[in-house]
């Protein structure tokens, strides 16, 4: 999975450059964040600007990583979304969970 990682003081912006977030490289953004919990960074935001496509399994990860901050009194917020993507928070209710932002500037600015 081709991911870049930006750290601003104590908040880690990823953003996911893939088209695609689904069964093929879910996993790997789960290990991604896992690793990143595991060094005690807790607030971050991932920005699925270029992400076109999301299924179950992306969705699941990022569910995953939102329950993993949160159990360490951090967060998990997500900014970019494409139109597609926004429909599939909407569709299955996960705009209601995730704090959602147009940008990372905003998403930055709310930690």
């Keep these: 999975m081709n991911v870049a990682i930006e750290e601003h003081d104590h908040i880690v912006t990823l953003t996911l450059n893939e088209e695609r977030l689904d069964a093929h490289n879910s996993s790997e953004l789960k290990t991604q964040l896992l690793s990143l919990f ?3 960074k807790v607030n971050i935001i991932i920005d699925l600007s270029p ?3 999301i299924d179950s399994s992306g969705l ?3 569910v ?3 329950k993993n901050a949160s159990s360490r009194e951090g967060g ?3 900014c970019g979304l494409q139109s597609q993507v926004k429909s599939m928070f909407e ?3 996960l705009h209601r969970v995730f ?3 147009p940008g990372t500037e905003e998403a930055l600015a709310s930690f």
Aim: zero cysteines.
């Design 60 to 62: 699941g990860a990022l």
């Design 38 to 40: 595991e060094d005690g």
């Design 51 to 53: 992400v076109r496509f």
């Design 99 to 101: 704090e959602i932002f």
């Design 91 to 93: 569709l299955t209710r």
């Design 64 to 66: 995953s990583g939102f």
């Design 76 to 78: 998990l917020k997500l």
